[in-house]
Each structure stands twice: as C-alpha cells, then as structure tokens.
C-alpha cells in the first residue's frame, strides 16, 4: 500500500498500553458508578487508541475545532471508553472517571453534547451513523475540506434500518471521507446478535451498499493501523471482528450492561496492569489540516422583506420555499442555508428518519443553518431523531407542510393532526404556526437564529394575506388580529382557523355580537400574558380552535397557561376523531373547526353566560 507507514514497534506497543488502561479506566469507572457496560467498551480497546493516536487528526486542547476529524460513538453506551481516550489525549483528568453517573458530573451514562468533544448525543441505537453523513456531506461539499468523519457501531445496532439507509445516503453521495467502524463482538443483550462472527456476511452487505469494506481482527492494533490507512474513493467500512469483554469476563452471555462487582474489578485490573510494558514513548494525535472556511451564522437575514399584497391568496409552502424553488418537491429535502444566495439542497428522498439525522449532522459545530422539510405528518416517523436532536441541542429547523385536514383528498394518512403534540414534548423546540405568506417568511427567518429545534408548521392550501410586509414579529408574541371596545369572547386560533375565525368575526359582527380574534404566531413559546389580557377583557371568556386533534395542541397549551387563572371560562374546538378524505372546507365543517362552528360556539358561550345570570 502506497501511502501506508507501517507503525514502529514502540508505537504498535504505546497503542496495546492505551487499550490496556482502557480497559482498566473503564472497569474502574462504571464499578465505581455501579453502572455501564465494561464489556462493551472491552471490545473496542484497541480500535480507540488507533482511532485517536494514529488515525484522527485533530486538537486535543479544542474538542470543537471545525478543522479536526469528527467522531461520534454511536454504540453510545460504551461511553466510558471514550471518556477514557480524553484521559489519554489530556482533555479530562483520570480522576474524573470516577465521577461517572454522578448527577453533578458531565461523565453521563451515554455522550452528550455537555461535553466539548461530544457533537451529537447517541444512545438510541442506529441513529450515529446518519449524522455522520451529514457531518462527512458538510465536509466534503460545503467546506470543501480535508476533515473526516469516523463513526463507532456496535453490531447490535446493524439491525436497525437507520444504519442501513445512512449506507444508502453514503454511498449514493459517494462519501468517501467517512469511515464506520463496526465492532463485531458477536453478543446482544440477552442473545447473540442476529449474524453473530460471520463478519463475510457483514461485508457482503456493505459491498452491497456500494461500501468498501475490510475485515479485521478488531484486537490487532497493527491490523486496525493498516486498514484505516487505506485510500479511499467510497465510504469505507471496517468490519472489525473482537470478543465483548476482552480481558475481563470474555465472549459471555449475561455481562451486557453489568458493571463488575468490586473485588472482581480489582482481580482484572491488576492482571490488565501486568499486561503494560514500560514504553517511554508519548503518543500525540496528528495536528488537523486547517483548510475549513470561516462560516458565520449571526445576522442571518431574508435576502428581501415579504412582498404580498393585502387579501392576496398564497400557498405557505411557497411562502417558506419561495427563496429557495416554487416547487412543492421541497417537502422531501433540506437546505443547507435557504436563506443565502449560496444556498444548497440536499435530496434525502422518502425518508424521513435519514433527513433528520442528516440534518443534525449538517448543523454540527455550527457550520450551517439547516431547513429540512417534508409532510408534517412524517415527522411522527422521525420522532426518536428529534428527540435525540433535543437531547443533543442541535440547531435544526423543521417545516411541515399539509397539517390538519387541508390535506383534503389525500385522506387521514397524511394528515398532520398529532404535530404540535409532538414538537411540544420536545424540551429545546420552538413551535411557529404562521398563517399567511408574510408570517411565513418571518417565521423562517427567525427560525434561522432560534436556539434548538425549530419547527414551522403550515397549511395546504392557499391562505390569504393578513399582514402588511413589513410586519414586525417576535417568537413567544402573539397578535390581536380582529378587535373592537364592545368585544364579549376571545378566540385564539391558526393557520386555516385563524382565517375561518376572522369569518366568522365578521358574520357575528351582523348579529351585533363582537369577537377578538389573536394569532399566537408561536404555540411553544405561547404568549400567555396577552391571551389572558386579552381574555379578562371579555370577560373571561375565550375559545380556541385548532386544525389538530384536542390532544397537546393549541387548545391544551392554551388551558395550561391558564390552570392557576380563576374567573375563566374556556371552550375548545378541535378534531375529535379520525377524519376522512374529502374537500378541505367540508372537512372543517364536518369536524366543527369552520366559522360556523365557531360562531355556533361563541352564541353558545354567551346562552350560557346569560342563563347562569
């Protein structure tokens, strides 16, 4: 092999030493604990220290340097092993280790991102391997740089489809600067995994995949050395063949997830100990190629302000798509920066789960500003990737298009009725609703500077213009869009119910009955402060009507913020049950979301007030 430097034997020995103490700093640290899984960081003692001393290229001293070769651990409970190279690096002191699971500690079960050296957080299985694309197509097509991505597996994990679509994604973007590395220890939790050692089988697949795979004995360090050293022009695959528990309990079923008892412990570790030879050599990683341009994600502006005119009909899927392509084909990709004359999109296809990790991956170390778009009612399939996204704090922005019944014809499958739910768990999220073309575009601007998950949710089908262009909007600010002196009932309402609200505004309003109308613009922040304002201003009186099924939505945010209130009285409209398919407005209608019902709604709330006098 042309370019392959054949270690030195003091280097061969300084890397067994490193996966020794390894070994010994992991089992000291979860027995401490009482917690963790020594055998599994056992079985990738010596991919570690080749990985890290011979292999990455990057500052021990700046975790987050966007020049350094990323890592990410995606058999994330082997977390202690990766503590453990920190140690050796010098970025964290040995004595830290013993602070494992301790709640005031930063050493947590799995990696997150509280520590510097950890971008994304990994323990739901098979998700480390889809940000690692995104991170390797940032490199490769938007920096333009030399760095590489390198991602640990664990076999177990092999069966999740995840891993196998981000192989997919790899290959067809020909990633040839990420590398995933598999550590093959033949045991699951509680039983072997499916292909156990057959690592030719391992190969096969990834051959399949359109992966360069190479197999090796996971415990040779001179092997792991030659083959991570190979030139690449695909993504790369080392099939690393090792024994869970290498040098404490080997090749055992029922050791997953057991820390070793304490004398136990100390019998390995002293006979680990006697395994370490006297080496007087140092090994330091290699200083990365500082080739990686400066990016800025501050003052992040739309290229224009909003131009609509008033009453004027818009798709809001234009709207949030208008800087990038009219076409409504968006709702399957993401772009790296749609708000940049250099924009890029990404095509992750039909597959939701790969864009959200890919996503997390682009947004890593803040290289960009991320949109990734589809149906809002996929989103429910990418559900653990958002949350690992939460958990990791990662800035990405989610537009979801077709909510509630504007999806019309298309019928329940893809109606987006359980959304706001969702995104409302999520602790880091930001939930906008617009609901013409000029809320739209501001929300995807403020999106664009929002800290954690962002989520914009938007209607089918055309919605008129409510607001001037130069409309000035804030997150967690909501807007009194309809009101007069005499008003009796606050409906709070958006996107296609705003609108049938403002209807039914104005039919009452021949009635002689008066109604204030606010759009919350965002339903997490809520602005809870004007809603009951504005409420005690009629009387206490208020409705809300959402586009989403009565659980977590709107109506529950609304009567959350006001459960400590007294003198209240609160109605909900919303959709009560699986709807069908059917035109948008005769889904309103039939569902009781439309401006009759809330007209209906509002005389009845008012009967009522006049009966209990």
């Not at 695959?237 to 820390?259: C, N, Q, S, V, Y």
Request: glycine share 6%; net charge neutral; aromatic share 8%.
């Amino acid at each position: 092999m042309e370019d392959y430097h054949k270690p030195d034997q003091q280097t061969v020995q300084a890397l067994r030493n490193i996966a020794n103490r390894l070994r010994i700093n992991s089992i000291k640290a979860t027995t401490a604990a009482g917690s963790g899984h020594p055998t599994s960081c056992c079985s990738v003692a010596e991919i570690m220290p080749v990985l890290f001393f011979h292999t990455m290229k990057y500052r021990y001293d700046d975790p987050r340097n966007f020049n350094n070769d990323r890592f990410i651990l995606s058999k994330g409970h082997a977390a202690p092993a990766l503590y453990s190279m920190w140690v050796e690096a010098g970025f964290l002191k040995e004595s830290e280790l013993l602070s494992l699971c301790h709640v005031d500690s930063t050493l947590e079960g799995h990696p997150t991102p509280k520590q510097q050296f950890v971008d994304i957080a990994t323990g739901s299985l098979g998700q480390g391997l889809g940000v690692a694309c995104g991170m390797a197509y940032t490199g490769k097509y938007f920096d333009k740089s030399s760095y590489r991505v390198y991602c640990l597996l664990g076999d177990g994990e092999m069966s999740e489809g995840a891993v196998w679509e981000a192989m997919s994604f790899a290959s067809y973007y020909q990633l040839d600067n990420l590398v995933a590395i598999m550590d093959i220890n033949r045991l699951g939790q509680s039983d072997p995994a499916p292909l156990q050692h057959h690592v030719e089988k391992y190969q096969k697949r990834c051959e399949a995949f359109g992966w360069h795979a190479i197999i090796v004995d996971g415990h040779s360090v001179e092997e792991l050395c030659k083959a991570l050293s190979q030139p690449r022009h695909q993504p790369t695959a080392i099939i690393a063949k090792t024994i869970k528990g290498k040098g404490i309990p080997e090749d055992k079923l029922g050791w997953h997830a057991k820390p070793l008892p304490k004398d136990m412990a100390e019998m390995v570790m002293k006979d680990l100990q006697s395994r370490i030879t006297n080496s007087s050599k140092h090994l330091y990683p290699p200083a990365p190629t500082e080739d990686s341009p400066p990016v800025s994600l501050r003052n992040i502006r739309m290229p224009s302000a909003p131009n609509y005119k008033a009453g004027e009909k818009v798709c809001l899927l234009q709207a949030q798509t208008s800087f990038t392509s009219s076409s409504s084909c968006l709702k399957y990709m993401f772009s790296q920066c749609i708000l940049k004359p250099d924009r890029q999109i990404v095509e992750c296809c039909v597959n939701m789960n790969q864009q959200t990790l890919v996503a997390m991956g682009c947004a890593a170390r803040e290289r960009n500003v991320v949109f990734a778009s589809t149906l809002a009612s996929f989103f429910t399939r990418a559900y653990d990737q958002l949350r690992m996204a939460s958990i990791s704090e990662s800035n990405i922005n989610l537009c979801g298009s077709h909510c509630g019944l504007s999806t019309g014809e298309e019928g329940p499958s893809l109606m987006g009725l359980e959304d706001v739910a969702m995104f409302r768990a999520l602790p880091t999220a930001t939930i906008f609703y617009p609901s013409d073309g000029v809320s739209t575009e501001k929300a995807v601007e403020m999106a664009a500077t929002t800290k954690g998950v962002c989520y914009i949710r938007t209607s089918r089908q055309d919605s008129a213009i409510i607001y001037n262009s130069n409309e000035d909007f804030h997150v967690g600010q909501a807007k009194v869009v309809y009101q007069s002196k005499d008003d009796q009932v606050t409906v709070v309402a958006a996107g296609v119910t705003l609108h049938e609200a403002l209807a039914a505004a104005e039919h009452l309003k021949k009635e002689r009955i008066s109604i204030r109308v606010i759009d919350p613009f965002t339903i997490k922040p809520l602005d809870v402060k004007t809603i009951i304002d504005h409420t005690r201003a009629t009387r206490g009186r208020i409705l809300t009507v959402e586009d989403h099924y009565y659980e977590g939505g709107l109506g529950e945010a609304v009567c959350s913020a006001m459960v400590n209130e007294s003198g209240f009285n609160l109605h909900r409209l919303a959709v009560s049950h699986v709807p069908r398919s059917g035109k948008p407005h005769e889904l309103l209608k039939i569902y009781g979301i439309d401006r009759d019902a809330i007209a209906q709604a509002v005389r009845k709330m008012l009967s009522s007030s006049t009966n209990a006098k």
